[in-house]
C-alpha cells in the first residue's frame, strides 16, 4: 500500500507561527493579509499559495516540506482547481423527438 507523504502537522505550522509571532492573526496582519488568511490556508489546500510561501519563508523551512501533498517533486504546486465542465444533456437532447414525454 502506498503512504501519503507526510509534512508538518497543522497544529504543528499553527505553533510555530504563535510561538513567533504571537498569533496567527497577527501574523496574517503583518504579512498585509486578512487576519484569517493564515488559518485558511493551513487547513485548507489550494487556497493561497503565496501565503503558503509566506509562512515557510517565516518558518525558515521548504515550502515542499512543510505541505508536501500540495506540491509535485519540481516544486510547482498541485492545482486544487475543479474542472467546470457540464455532464448534463441540454435541451433538446432530453426529448429525441422534440414531443412531452
Known amino acids: 500500500m502506498a503512504q501519503k507523504p507526510m509534512g508538518m502537522h497543522p497544529e504543528d505550522i499553527k505553533?510555530?507561527?504563535?510561538?513567533?509571532?504571537?498569533?496567527?492573526?497577527?501574523?496574517?496582519v503583518m504579512i498585509g493579509r486578512d487576519s484569517r488568511a493564515v488559518s485558511k490556508t493551513i487547513a485548507t489546500p489550494g487556497y493561497s499559495v503565496p501565503?503558503?510561501?509566506?509562512?515557510?519563508?517565516?518558518?525558515?523551512?521548504?515550502?515542499k516540506a512543510i505541505w508536501p501533498d500540495r506540491y509535485h517533486s519540481d516544486g510547482t504546486p498541485v492545482s486544487f482547481v475543479v474542472s467546470r465542465i457540464p455532464t448534463a444533456l441540454r435541451g433538446g437532447a432530453h426529448r429525441q423527438n422534440e414531443v412531452a414525454a
Request: net charge positive.
Open 15 to 28: 505553533a510555530a507561527l504563535r510561538k513567533m509571532f504571537g498569533s496567527l492573526a497577527a501574523f496574517s
Open 51 to 63: 501565503i503558503e510561501r509566506e509562512i515557510a519563508k517565516a518558518l525558515k523551512v521548504a515550502v
